[in-house]
């Protein structure tokens, strides 16, 4: 027996996700823990200004930073061609620096790592894995508010 053609053979059509916020509006730096984390390039001759002002910009809103840890890339003679791409598209960082942000996230009880370069959400979602913590980059921070 034959059937009669559906009408529509288009696929249904899936709601949107919610989008996604970002882990800058739910935390609150007032009163927070927080370890600055960077990661410079060799070519960044002045990044310990870059950190102190990091430090010096979350104490203003409040936060206390009880930790700072850097990644310099292209320092040894072997990462000079690589100097400016990331250790990790994942994560920014080598594997060897994540474990120690989160040994220090975790010794010092952090409420949070604040990373001085921007971080895309794929990156925010990683390193929140991984540091046992929310990851955050300074930008957003700062555009907060």
Known sequence: MHQPPRRDRRPARRARPEPIRRQASRLTVMGADVVVVGYFSAK???????????????????ARVVGQIVQRRGVSDGGVQKMALPFSSRTLLSHGKVLEVAEACERADADAAVFVAALSGRQQRALTALLGCPAVSLPEILAAG
């Open 44 to 62: 960044e001759k002045d990044f310990v200004t870059l950190m102190n002002s990091a430090a010096t910009g979350l104490a203003v809103r409040g």
